[in-house]
Each structure stands twice: as structure tokens, then as C-alpha cells.
């Protein structure tokens, strides 16, 4: 099999883990993983996925152009791995093949994701890591926008939403004379 994302490697059968096979690039070390080996260890292998490996720092390779199976010659879909990273990981749809370039297991493991891998797949994971990633930006654009206030003002909104008058709170704040008949 040749590897379809440096296109110079042979994809040759290798471990990703004892239990885990998979087929590794002998140029780009990129690794292909179908989903079903990957659940499999999953179940045989469960102390190795829940202890996450802490890596201080990980180097992966992060190829964002489009990828073509390795296998079934279609294009793989990327998905992210969460918000806090741009890697992104191939799923090749029709046959659940995962590509991850050099390190990215790495990462995922580094991250306490080694035993998430097929979620990350979901709707839900990539729905999440995007309203999360949104959140953050608009976050940062509040603390900008507000500065040393930011903390209170947000305190003061936890406040003001647990309050039964509500809507009549709000209309006196922003009466410019609340007092005035
Ligand atoms: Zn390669």
C-alpha cells in the first residue's frame, strides 16, 4: 500500500501499540488505523487508554490538505481533535480508516483522549469542540471589551439571572432615570 499523504512511503503493517495494529509510512511515519482494530484494543487493553502518557511537549506533523484513503482511494473527511489544537484527524467514511500523521497519537494520548477516539468521530464531539472554540473568542472579545469590570460584571450577571424580578432589574438598570414617573 502506498501512502497517500507524503506520496513517497510504503504503508507497512506496524503496532501503534502492542495490541493495536496498524500500517505505518516508512517516510512520513504517518499512521493508518481502521476503527475496528482500534475498538477492539479498546476493549482488550483498557489500563493502557485510561492512563494518559504527560508528554510536556508533542511534536505531531499536521498535514491540512485534503488525503485520499490509502485503501479505498476515496477522500478522508477531517475531523478535529479538540478546540485547543489544529490537528486534525482523517476518517476514510466508507471503511472507518483513521489517518494520523507522525506524533498525533501522541498528542491524542497526551491529551487523555486515547480511549476517545471513536467519539471524536461524532456529530456531538466536533459540534462541541466548535461552540466551545466560539465561546472562547467571544470570551477573549468581552475581556477585551470590558478589562479589569469583566469579572464583576459577569458575577453580577449570575446575580441578576437568578433573580425573580428579572426583566424589572434590567429595565432599571437601563432607565436612564429609573426614579422618574
Ligand atoms: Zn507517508
Not at 458575577?155 to 441578576?160: H, I, P, R, S, V
Amino acid at each position: 500500500m502506498k501512502c497517500t499523504s507524503c506520496k513517497a512511503g510504503k504503508l507497512n503493517p506496524a503496532y501503534l501499540e502492542p495490541l493495536l495494529p496498524c500500517h505505518s509510512c516508512s517516510n512520513c511515519s504517518g499512521k493508518l488505523v481502521m476503527m475496528t482494530d482500534y475498538l477492539r484494543w479498546k476493549d482488550l487493553d483498557q489500563e493502557a487508554y485510561l492512563k494518559s502518557d504527560t508528554a510536556p511537549e508533542v511534536v505531531a506533523d499536521d498535514t491540512s490538505k485534503a488525503m485520499l484513503c490509502p485503501k479505498t482511494g476515496r477522500l478522508m473527511t477531517k475531523y478535529l481533535i479538540s478546540k485547543d489544537s489544529d490537528h486534525r484527524l482523517d476518517l476514510s467514511p466508507t471503511i472507518n480508516a483513521i489517518w494520523m500523521d507522525a506524533g498525533e497519537w501522541e498528542l491524542i494520548k497526551a491529551n487523555g483522549l486515547a480511549g476517545n477516539l471513536n467519539t471524536i468521530f461524532t456529530r456531538h464531539w466536533q459540534h462541541e469542540i466548535r461552540s466551545q472554540a466560539s465561546a472562547d473568542v467571544l470570551s477573549a472579545m468581552y475581556q477585551d471589551k470590558f478589562g479589569e469590570q469583566y469579572a464583576e460584571l459577569k458575577a453580577f450577571k449570575e446575580t441578576l439571572n437568578s433573580m425573580e424580578a428579572r426583566s424589572e432589574a434590567i429595565a432599571y438598570l437601563i432607565a436612564e432615570d429609573p426614579y422618574e414617573a
